[in-house]
């Protein structure tokens, strides 16, 4: 029997697509239509950028809701339902913890667009930042930055990504919390900001439950909407931590184990 299932959540790295950015979209496409059918709302729930995600989806965007930046840009449809805003002594006081260390690479999130700093970056680092942040301009220095600040998106070595969790926690003091999604990234995201606050922020919306949310995720910033939704999938390919916090396991990105899960329940039955 097919569980009532009325919101869908997927994280999108790792997750939704494969390693080479892409997925089945007829294959989904179909499922879509069949979720749509039934009621069920297909929600994108990512670290990443609306216009990025946007851009992902494409045609289905339209009939979309978003959950981006770690659930500090919340999007039902063309309405935006909810933007953070970090206040800005506290977004001072990170960019100056920040430039005590030059190996941290800093994207600048705020609602216009996305921002990498001159001399603080290189080009490099700005073209594969674009692959996520399809909004983002180059500035001189963060503090002119005139926009709302939703977080801050950093890359570390990925073998001390829990040390710079640690230190970041230590210096900022509860000022924001750091969340990593794997992919040698950390976020740096307004305290109580995540993916299952935005999720909650839809849930109220549309009047529905938690028991009718279900979640798909595979990093350390996924765990709270995992723990939130009623159903909930780890990937196989997820740290054993987030297996933890997931009801179930499905298979890899890889395998398009999302989209494996949802046939179960929305596929054309025999």
Not at 194 to 218: M, N, T, Y
Request: glycine content about 8%.
């Amino acid at each position: 029997m097919t569980p009532d299932i009325r919101l869908v959540a997927v994280d999108i790295d790792g997750t939704f697509i494969h390693r080479d950015y892409t997925y089945d979209h007829k294959r989904f496409g179909r499922l879509f239509q069949a979720m749509k059918k039934t009621g069920c709302r297909f929600v994108a729930a990512s670290g990443n950028q609306y216009a990025q995600l946007r851009d992902v989806f494409g045609e289905y965007a339209r009939d979309m809701a978003f959950v981006a930046e770690n659930g500090a840009y919340v999007r039902d449809l063309d309405t935006l339902v909810f933007a953070s805003a970090m206040d800005l002594q506290v977004v001072r006081d990170v960019i100056e913890t920040l430039d005590k260390d030059p190996a941290i690479q800093t994207v600048l999130c705020g609602v216009e667009s996305a921002y990498c700093q001159r001399g603080k970056v290189d080009q490099a680092f700005y073209d594969l930042s674009s692959i996520y942040y399809h909004e983002l301009r180059w500035v001189d220095d963060f503090r002119t930055v005139n926009d709302q600040i939703l977080k801050f998106a950093l890359t570390v070595s990925g073998e001390k990504t829990s040390e710079y969790c640690e230190w970041l926690r230590q210096e900022l003091d509860g000022k924001v919390e750091s969340t990593t999604s794997g992919h040698d990234s950390i976020d740096l995201i307004v305290p109580g900001c995540h993916k299952a606050s935005g999720l909650k922020r839809l849930v109220e919306r549309w009047d529905i439950c938690p028991e009718q949310c279900a979640a798909f995720g595979d990093g350390g910033n996924d765990i709270e909407m995992l723990q939130y939704c009623g159903y909930s999938f780890a990937m196989a390919n997820a740290d054993e931590t987030v297996k933890k916090a997931a009801k179930a396991v499905c298979p890899s990105n890889e395998e398009d184990g999302v989209l494996v899960v949802l046939e179960q329940w929305f596929g054309e039955k025999p």
